[in-house]
Structures are given as C-alpha cells and as structure tokens.
C-alpha cells in the first residue's frame, strides 16, 4: 500500500490525502484549497491524479476545506460511494450548494478582471504600436488565468454528489474498496465530524490506519469530547494549533457575557459577531443562551443574520443524538422555554437584513462571513463601524489581507465596499473559541501511540505549527514523523 498527500500540506485548507491498496484508490477527504481568490481558481482547477480512478472517499466532515472539492471529482469521472456521517451528509449539502454559488461568483470575477487586463493591454498596444504587448506578460506576473474561465463547479454538479453519499452511525465498520474498512469515531469538532479508523488487508498483512480529520477539543459547547484515537501502525494528525495553547471556554462565556451587557448598559447601538456559518455560529448561540439564562440582562435582541448558518443551526437541532449530556439536557429544557427564543430573529431575506440596520434597539447581530470579506456582515460593518455605540467581536481566525485582520491589528480607517470609513468601533478579540485541540490536546491524544506507531503524518497545519508539533512528537518516543509536501509519496 502507499500513501500520497495532495493538500492540506504546510497549510490548513485543501484537505485531501490519498490511499492506493490492492488495485484501489481511496480518499480521505477532498477538500477545497481556499485563501486569496485569484490564487483559489488556480490551486484548485486540478486534482493530483485520475478522479475516474478514485475507488471511493471517506469524509472526516463537512467543513468545505475538506469536502469542497467533491463535485469536481463526480465532474471528473468519479461514480464510487462517499462514507460519511449522517451529519456530515446533511452538512454537505449546504455548504456545497453555497460554495458552488461561491465558485459561480469568482469565475465571474476573474472574468472581469482579465477582461480589465486585455483592454488595458489593447490600449497600450494601440498607445505605442512599436512597444511589445504587455497583456501576455502582465497576465504571467499575474495570477490572472488567460482562458475564459468556467465556475469549477455549479448547484448541478452538487445534485449529481449528493446521491453518491453512504451515510453511517459512528462506530460501525463499513466496506470502503477491497481490502479496506473503515469506521467513524466522534472528533468533537463540528456537527457529524469524525476521526477515522482503517483496517487495509492486503493478503496476509494488515495495516491499521487512523486519520484525525480535524481533531476537536474538550469542553466544546454542545458537541460530546472527542473519542480517544485507536491504536494504528500509521497515523495522519492534523496540526493547525500545533504550536498553541487555546484559553479555556469558561473564559469565553465570560467575556461575551460582559460584552452583551455593555451593549444592554449603553441601551442602544450594536454588538457585531462575524460568524463561520457552521460551528462557530452554533457554539455563540448556545453561550448566549447560558448568559441569559444565568445573567440578569436588559433589552437585548438577537439576529442570525445568515440563511446558511439558520439552516446549519436547524440541522444541529435536528441531531440530539450528537450532543454532550450538557447540551442534551439544555436542549429539552429550551425546548419548553428559553429566554433566548424570546429574544431571537433568524432574518432570511435581503429586506429583512436591510431593515436590521434601522432596527433603533440594541441588538447582537450574528453574520458570516467570518473574516468580514464577504455576506452581509460586510453591510452591517458599512452601517456601524463609524459609531462609538458599536462593539465588534472577533470570535475566529483571521486570515493575512482580510477586513477581519486589519481591525484585530487596530486599523483606524478602513475601506468596505470601496468606500473608506472610520473606525469607531470597539474592537474585542476572543480567540478561545476554537474547534480545533490545541499544541497540548493534540500531544494528550497521539502521545500514547508513541511506541507502537510506525509512522506519523503531520498535516494540516502551517509550518510555524507542525514544526513545533514533529519535534514534539519525536521527544514523546514517536520514531518516525513526517511533514509531509504535496503529491509525496510514502510506501509501506
Ligand atoms: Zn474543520
């Protein structure tokens, strides 16, 4: 058997390892690259291998970064089964149909852009006949593609992969390709999310294989902890806070407890929380309910205002069977009453979320995205970014070139939509809302695999981060780490 990584390698997103066993190719995960938009198209155009040979693809869960470029393999030429959660599936489904509108909206705006290209390349040459063209030799400093470029996929492409899906329990074996099992165990990451456990039969030799998907950490609302890893000969461990320590979550109901209650205090204005659709947006909406249930707080209202994270968070409720004792409980007593619901408006139209904006009282509004470069946040930033009675609260990661970024690092003007604005706002950032185990989490979790592990592979993670995390592994006993780059190709 071999071992072949093609993304995901030395940074977070592209999620996509590849396993090739008794004649049969299966995936782990196949996620979409994502970062600056030009540069997305390009990475993600193409696949490492045959999508027509690929035998079947296991899903960790739902994130697109891990399951975003499975309409691209149906397009290809794939037609095996996907294993996943039932959670996961139905998570799929909506963040595959967003981010095919997503892919619709970026070919049209790399359109553009090499349409401003050319004609500014035409005009030059009509400028100075006897001067070289410029146009070729812009677009190759540029990332700007030179064919007309087609979305990678559309809404049809996702209704020819959603059939494709198997959907499992977590715990129970199920048969990937010849020779090869697999079965889900709870990864306390998202909804659904699972780490993975592979038994592969080649003749007389089996190879037990653990992949981490995205490890979670204890403690997460609603989700139950992640389960223990098994015991395998190889291991694939994400490392994105592999260098990290998270502050603990009781610290995080604190502090937007307070922040509600300085929005209540002042009686007026907002309090801003971009929000990761799936997820984060489920995780704030639980504390809040324990900060109104637990804090005497005024005349506060709450908006979702993002139709994929009301329909991720009607999915959420769907699943009670995932949940920790603590949620479970929590959901049937807010089943009867909750003094959240009374305050609670999830907007669905693009009037609806207007009219927030006139909306004269104090009010948290949830919306995506979460790095404030795209969805209606931005228009809510537009409104009240210039207004003293306006607080922020940055809840996620945010990404180098990002709107997000510039008010974390303190920015006092800043543009949106292509006008500039004053930043007036108060400014939080909360960072101990991860999903993800931090540098200690994940050393708990592998470090008792040390001795009889033969082979680790880090991926996942920046290299600031796996970095640190190898050389950790290796002083806990592990005698093999790699980090691995992309199309590599480990034999066993
Ligand atoms: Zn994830």
């Known amino acids: 058997m071999d071992l072949l990584f093609h993304g995901a390698t030395g940074d977070t997103t592209g999620s996509c390892h590849l396993l090739r066993a008794n004649g049969c190719e299966v995936l782990f995960d196949c996620g979409l690259y994502q970062g600056r938009r030009s540069e997305t198209y390009a990475r993600n155009a193409h696949f490492g291998f045959a999508a027509a040979r ?13 399951c975003g470029k499975l309409p691209m393999l149906v397009r290809g030429g794939f037609g095996g089964r996907i294993h996943a959660t039932h959670g996961t599936r ?21 359109n553009r852009e090499r349409w401003r290209a050319r004609s500014y390349a035409e005009r030059r040459r009509d400028a100075a006949r006897n001067c070289p063209p410029t146009y070729p030799a812009a677009l190759a400093r540029s990332t700007i593609p030179e064919a007309e470029v087609t979305p990678l996929y559309v809404d049809e492409d996702v209704d020819a992969t959603l059939p494709l899906f198997d959907s499992h329990v977590y715990r129970e074996w199920f048969d990937v390709a010849r020779g090869v099992r697999a079965r889900f165990h709870d990864a306390g990451h998202i909804l659904g999310s699972a ?83 799936v997820g984060r947006a489920q995780n704030i909406l639980y504390t809040l309910s324990h900060i109104f249930e637990q804090r005497a707080i005024g005349d506060v209202h709450v908006a979702v205002d993002s139709p994929l ?13 995932y949940f920790d004792e603590e949620a479970l409980s929590e959901f049937h007593r807010l089943q009867l009453r909750s003094r959240l619901k009374e305050r609670l408006t999830f907007t669905e139209s693009v009037d609806d979320s207007k009219a927030l904006n006139r909306d004269p009282r104090p009010m948290v509004v949830l919306s995506a995205s979460g790095m404030m470069e795209s969805g209606r946040i931005v228009h809510h930033l537009a409104w009240h970014i210039s207004s003293e009675d306006t607080e922020i609260l940055v809840v996620g990661y945010q990404a180098a070139n990002t709107l997000g970024r510039r008010l974390v690092e303190k920015a006092r003007e800043v543009n949106i939509l292509g006008h500039a604005f004053q930043v007036r706002a108060k400014v939080t950032t909360m960072n101990g809302f991860s999903a993800h185990a931090d540098r200690e989490g994940l050393l708990a979790a592998l470090t008792p695999h040390a001795k009889r592990a033969k082979a680790l592979f880090l991926v996942h993670g920046e290299n600031d981060q796996r970095m640190p995390l190898a050389r950790n592994l290796v002083e806990r006993g592990f005698a093999r780490v790699e980090t691995p780059e992309d199309a590599r190709r480990f034999e066993f």
Request: charge should be negative.
């Open 54 to 66: 690929i035998d079947a693809v296991v899903q960790s869960h739902a994130h697109v970064d891990h």
């Open 90 to 110: 139905d998570l799929a489904e909506i963040l595959l149909h967003d981010s095919a509108n997503i892919q619709v909206k970026d070919a049209e705006h790399l």
């Open 195 to 277: 780490w993975i456990e592979a038994e592969i039969t080649e003749g007389a030799k089996v190879t037990r294989l653990v992949f981490t998907g995205d490890y979670g950490r204890p403690g997460q609302p609603i989700l139950r902890d992640p389960e223990p890893l098994a015991e395998a000969d190889i291991f694939i461990s994400e490392s994105t806070y592999g260098a990290r320590s998270h502050p603990p979550f009781v610290d995080m109901e604190r502090q937007l407890g307070d922040a509600v209650e300085r929005l209540a205090r002042r009686g007026r204005g907002r309090l801003l929380v971009p929000v990761f659709a």
């Open 309 to 321: 994270a009301s329909r991720a968070t009607e999915i959420v409720l769907k699943y009670p069977e």
